[in-house]
């Protein structure tokens, strides 16, 4: 990151990378995660691995994998190192709980058939070979940009926020 560019040209960046990424992975789990990696030299294989079947919990329709993969993002910024860090858990999980309430209020749910309900206007069951053929018909791969790249918008925020406040100390 060049030290004059602006939050905005980040966030931006940010944005575009997950919704690539999803796009060309098929993973909104694996794609939002990998951008907020990239972006905050979080890299790490395993948790990249760990994100594979996250896209609605096993494609399941429960949580939407962008949600996810934002989470295990702020995690990585937020979390704790050690078991005894209580206060790191909470910043974890109120910068988790932000997430999920601004991604709800946008898609009316945090769950992979909600979201898909309402961007599609129906849902599909993901392990149906037909369902997934109706599914790509949809063209979910570009449509299914949108909740990758609100997830990592707003746990970009998130992650800059705190960057923020610890470079004014």
Same mark, same amino acid.
């Given at each position: 990151m060049q030290h004059?560019?602006?939050?905005e040209a980040r966030l931006n960046r940010l944005e575009q990378k997950a919704g690539d990424y999803e796009e060309l992975y098929a993973s909104c789990a694996q794609g939002t995660l990998?951008?907020?990696?990239?972006?905050?030299?979080?890299?790490?294989?395993?948790?990249?691995?760990?994100?594979?079947?996250m896209p609605g919990i096993a494609?399941?329709? &429960?949580?939407c994998g962008a949600l996810i993969g934002a989470i295990m993002a702020l995690g990585m910024a937020f /979390? #704790?190192?050690k078991p005894d860090d209580l206060k790191a858990v909470m910043r974890a999980t109120g910068a988790a709980r932000k997430l999920c309430k601004r991604f &709800?209020?946008?898609?009316?749910s945090c769950?992979?058939?909600?979201?898909?309900q309402r961007i599609? /206007? #129906?849902?599909?069951?993901?392990?149906?070979?037909?369902e997934i053929m109706e599914f790509a018909k949809a063209d979910a791969?570009?449509?299914?940009?949108?909740?990758?790249?609100?997830?990592?918008?707003i746990a970009g925020e998130l992650i800059l926020d705190k960057q923020d406040k610890t470079l004014k100390r």
């Open positions: 004059d560019e602006s939050r990998l951008a907020l990696q990239e972006e905050f030299q979080m890299e790490d294989v395993l948790a990249f691995k760990a994100a594979t079947a494609l399941r329709g &429960e949580t /979390g #704790r190192e &709800e209020d946008q898609f009316g769950s992979c058939l909600g979201v898909q599609f /206007g #129906r849902s599909f069951d993901l392990v149906d070979p037909d791969a570009k449509k299914c940009r949108a909740p990758a790249q609100l997830a990592a918008r």
